[in-house]
């Protein structure tokens, strides 16, 4: 699809959720299960309403790396921290996007402000596990991975990091 058919084909929905309400934009429930390319329609939607929406745009951000289109993943979570300087999911979601370029410190500089922001956060310390493996600093990836483990508060919390790091080997930037 090009680019201007994409943008018409957005144009086209929003106004159908406009006239439908923007809580029937997500009729179906959690879009997260969709495939990356209808996140980014049905997210683009809700944008075109509100642009203000952080949330919205860090998924929008999310949905974009999911598709491995990393230059838009960046300017969406680079939108968020022009107005919020302190958002965690776009500074993991920018960290996330410079892994999966290869640019291991700068990953890692956003991953630290991110655990400034929450250094509860159970996923960040995942994150910055893979990218000290990737850096080959095995100690620090062991020590992060360790951090991660102890912050789980059972089960679920176990899963989820499972689930991220098979996540993040399934989008190529994967453990080493």
């Not at 058919?5 to 159908?16: K, P, W, Y």
């Given at each position: 699809?090009?680019?201007?058919?994409?943008?018409?084909?957005?144009?086209?929905?929003?106004?159908?959720a406009?006239?439908?309400?923007?809580?029937?934009?997500?009729?179906?429930?959690?879009i997260?299960?969709?495939?990356?390319?209808?996140?980014?329609?049905?997210?683009?939607?809700?944008?075109?309403?509100?642009?203000?929406?952080?949330?919205?745009?860090?998924?929008?951000?999310?949905?974009?790396?999911l598709?491995?289109?990393?230059?838009?993943?960046?300017?969406?979570?680079?939108?968020?921290?022009?107005?919020?300087?302190?958002?965690?999911?776009?500074?993991?979601?920018?960290?996330?996007?410079?892994?999966?370029?290869?640019?291991?410190?700068?990953?890692?500089?956003?991953?630290?402000?991110?655990?400034?922001?929450?250094?509860?956060?159970?996923?960040?310390?995942?994150?910055?596990?893979?990218?000290?493996?990737?850096?080959?600093?095995?100690?620090?990836?062991e020590?992060?991975?360790?951090?991660?483990?102890t912050?789980?508060?059972?089960?679920?919390?176990?899963?989820?990091?499972?689930?991220?790091i098979?996540?993040?080997?399934?989008?190529?930037?994967?453990?080493?």
């Open positions: 699809m090009t680019m201007k058919c994409f943008e018409a084909a957005v144009c086209i929905l929003a106004c159908i406009m006239c439908i309400g923007p809580s029937q934009v997500f009729a179906h429930g959690d997260s299960k969709f495939p990356p390319s209808v996140q980014i329609l049905q997210y683009n939607m809700v944008l075109f309403m509100n642009p203000d929406d952080l949330e919205t745009r860090n998924k929008l951000g999310m949905a974009y790396w598709a491995g289109q990393m230059e838009e993943a960046q300017k969406q979570f680079e939108k968020v921290l022009k107005k919020d300087s302190r958002n965690f999911n776009a500074l993991d979601g920018l960290g996330l996007v410079f892994m999966k370029k290869n640019a291991l410190e700068k990953a890692m500089q956003y991953f630290n402000i991110a655990e400034k922001v929450n250094s509860s956060d159970i996923l960040v310390h995942v994150h910055k596990a893979v990218v000290f493996e990737k850096m080959g600093r095995k100690v620090d990836a020590q992060e991975f360790s951090r991660a483990e912050l789980a508060q059972g089960p679920a919390d176990k899963q989820k990091i499972k689930d991220e098979k996540m993040l080997t399934k989008s190529g930037a994967e453990r080493s």
